[in-house]
């Protein structure tokens, strides 16, 4: 029983001391994030190629992805909202939940899938091959060289492929809910914008590009904690994206008490 208590007491303090750790290493790269010195011309050009690799690249599937969901989703709402006599609130819906949530969320899933776990294998591999260690005896700030473009990256990238998703399913909504519902354009725009809320929009970016901060550095921060043994680099990924999960959940529940707050002083 002792031992046992011994243990969790142990992993508890352990976690606290990871999860300490981790914030102390997120204050630092926020700190050079607003330090002007740290973007040379070399940290622009990794940032436009993360760009690249991050938001450019994922587009034909973003795009499919964001029809399909879009379609499912509007058609669900919009069969229940008939079911239950309650479409009069399918404006509110789709604002409140497609746009400020749902759309936030499966871009961050996929962009945490893809590039989340590429940035914390890329930085456990070059922890085990030693090239950090190269980078080091040049002098090169591996913070502001292969940090803070990769962060920067996904702040962006989540922010931008949000604000698109929302788009195209408001767009797709528009074909959906005319052949579905038999709704006209008028009534659906109309609709949407007696339910646009402008602090619900402001939280969602915040929101996202919160996000895109942890979903990138938690990885780059568990790569770091590979050792020289080849074994380590998917143990890292591994505990590294499922952090990235844990902290996904922890932002949506702070959001969703952000903005249920909001509402009641508004």
Known sequence: MTTAIEQIGRSGLHAVRASLDTLAFAFKILARMFDVRAYNSAVRMVLINQIYFTSVQILPLFLAVAVIFGAIVIGIIGQYLIHLGLFDYFGQLLMGFVVTEFAPFITVLLIALRSGSAVNAEIAVMKVNKELNTLHVFRI???????????????LSIVLLSSLFSIIVLASGLIFSSLLFDMSMNDYVTALLASAKFSDLIVMLIKCAIMGFFIVMIPIRYGMRATDELTSIPVSVLHGMVNV???IMIIEVVSLIVVSSISKFI
């Open 245 to 247: 999960f844990i902290a």
């Open 141 to 155: 700030d591996e913070i502001n060289y292969l940090f803070l473009p990769r962060i920067l990256s996904g702040i």
